[in-house]
């Protein structure tokens, strides 16, 4: 009976598309997420560090706080936005070296 339920399962796996491999694959796309959300932060919070002088100056004229957190902020998807195109591309060449040396 074991047996004719694992190979039911196995075969409901198969048909919605599930691999162990895409389990994994699905975890290292995750993990690398986090990763590079980590060092956006990081490279973020660097540039602030070192725009103290500036943001202290801007707040003294008169910007209020959401005004500097904009600025910060938009800097922020700006990288974010830039790395997500250079993936973007990557991946395009990717594929498009891939299907010219006949891979799948």
């Known amino acids: 009976m074991?047996?004719?339920r694992s190979e039911q399962i196995t075969t409901t796996e198969a048909r919605a598309g599930y691999t162990p491999?895409?389990?994994r694959y699905v975890l290292g796309v995750g993990l690398a997420l986090v990763i590079v959300g980590l060092?956006?932060?990081?490279v973020v919070a660097l540039s602030v560090s070192l725009r103290t002088g500036?943001?202290?100056?801007?707040?003294?004229?008169?910007?209020?706080?959401s005004r500097v957190q904009r600025m910060v902020l938009g800097?922020?998807?700006?990288?974010l936005a830039g790395g997500l195109?250079?993936?973007i591309a990557c991946r395009v060449r990717e594929t498009v070296y891939r299907r010219l040396l006949g891979h799948r």
């Open 54 to 65: 500036e943001i202290g100056i801007r707040m003294s004229l008169g910007a209020d706080g």
């Open 75 to 79: 800097e922020g998807w700006v990288w």
């Open 2 to 4: 074991s047996d004719e």
């Open 21 to 23: 491999h895409m389990t």
């Open 39 to 42: 060092g956006i932060a990081g």
């Open 85 to 87: 195109l250079l993936g």
